[in-house]
């Protein structure tokens, strides 16, 4: 049975600083001092401590792929020392694989600047343990899904997430390595049809819908906001009249100045550029059980792609607590299938029933 390495790591900011400076550190950095020292690149005939290091540098090379780069990861790791270390120099000897993806990432994240302008994730993770600086995140096996799987195969509503077990027993769901994901950096459809359903939002990030995992707000600072999560956990602040959205800003909860917006973050400044530039917006709606009780476009289950919005209008509000919080107008666009009928069809009963079973895994 196929299987793939992945490592237990968790989605917080923390987590993943303190997994990429470890094995920057202590996997990437010791292999190439073992290769200076035999002048050549290290093999799996050099022993089981080179074939340790050799499985966690092409591991940790694929898990860097599924992640997003931000000025903070670049700023508080050697990540693209490291890159450049593998690619170019001439006194460490890496196998030609890695230098192929270290060059293939590096290459990737100069064309985005580094992730100077995207927007991060300003949501909380899950509570989750850090390991202690120095101690690695351990690589634990996953079984590949069959490719005929129903739910976890090609066609199947989970294609490209894999079900992962820690040391601990713990399931967590993981993109899959040997199915790249699709860019979620475009504005408009994406090729994505209007109605198109996605059982969580790990699978619209790797479908290309929304590029963040957890973050309700995707897009650049500079150029605009691509796509947008709607969720009941605003439901105190917006507005959702299906065809116009009043969509609250980043950390809208949270202020309690009645005078004063908290100041604007990445998320909120994505969606003043929309206002700005123009460009269509990607409008997705999140559902769960009595998610609709609050908000009747709300899918009944998972994650629903209802086509494209203009952001054309900002205002201030007031939240609970008397504060400001910033609150941006969107308009969807005309000639696309009715909201209506895409409640009543999107999901469809057999991907409920898919949804269902896809937590029996695989």
């Given at each position: 049975?196929?299987?793939v390495d ?12 303190q ?6 550190r ?17 093999t799996?005939?050099?022993g ?24 903070e990861?670049?700023e508080k790791?050697t990540?693209?020392?490291?890159l450049?270390l ?22 990737k ?13 300003e ?19 996953s079984?590949?899904p ?20 820690g ?7 993981q ?11 475009v ?35 500079e150029?605009g ?9 605003y ?5 959702d ?21 908290v100041p ?26 009595h998610?609709?009780n ?7 289950c998972?994650?629903?792609?209802d ?32 909201l ?7 999901p469809?009963?057999q ?12």
């Amino acid at each position: 049975m196929a299987t793939v390495d992945v490592f237990a790591v968790g989605n917080s900011k923390a987590a993943q600083l303190q997994h990429i400076n470890s094995y920057n550190r202590f996997t990437i950095a010791t292999l190439g001092v073992k290769s200076r020292k035999l002048k050549r690149v290290v093999t799996s005939e050099d022993g089981s401590e080179c074939r340790d290091l050799l499985k966690k540098g092409r591991a940790y090379l694929q898990w860097l792929n599924t992640i997003e780069m931000t000025p903070e990861i670049k700023e508080k790791t050697t990540t693209s020392k490291m890159l450049q270390l593998i690619i170019n120099n001439p006194d460490l000897f890496y196998p030609e694989d890695m230098k192929n993806s270290a060059g293939a990432l590096y290459e990737k994240w100069e064309s985005e600047n580094w992730g100077a302008d995207e927007v991060v994730s300003e949501d909380a993770a899950e509570e989750e343990v850090i390991p202690k600086d120095g101690e690695e995140v351990p690589i634990v096996q996953s079984r590949l899904p069959p490719p005929n799987h129903p739910i976890y195969g090609e066609h199947g509503i989970m294609y490209g997430i894999l079900v992962a077990r820690g040391p601990k027993g713990k399931i967590s769901y993981q993109l899959n390595p040997h199915v790249p994901k699709k860019s979620a950096k475009v504005f408009g459809h994406n090729n994505i049809p209007v109605g198109s359903w996605f059982a969580n939002q790990l699978v619209a990030l790797h479908r290309g819908a929304h590029g963040a995992r957890m973050g309700g707000i995707a897009g650049s600072t500079e150029a605009g906001t691509y796509s947008i999560v709607v969720s009941n956990v605003y439901d105190d602040l917006d507005n959702d009249q299906g065809d116009i959205l009043y969509y609250s800003g980043s950390n809208s909860h949270k202020n309690e100045d009645p005078f004063h917006s908290v100041p604007s973050s990445a998320g909120t400044k994505a969606l003043k550029a929309s206002l700005q530039k123009r460009h269509p917006v990607r409008v997705l709606r999140s559902g769960g059980p009595h998610a609709s009780n609050s908000n009747r476009w709300l899918p009944e289950c998972g994650i629903r792609y209802d086509g494209l919005y203009q952001v054309i209008g900002w205002r201030e509000r007031k939240n609970k607590k008397g504060g400001l919080y910033e609150q941006f107008r969107l308009r969807r666009e005309p000639g696309q299938p009715p909201l209506e009928d895409l409640c009543r069809t999107s999901p469809t009963a057999q991907q409920k029933r898919d949804l269902s079973r896809s937590k029996q895994g695989y």
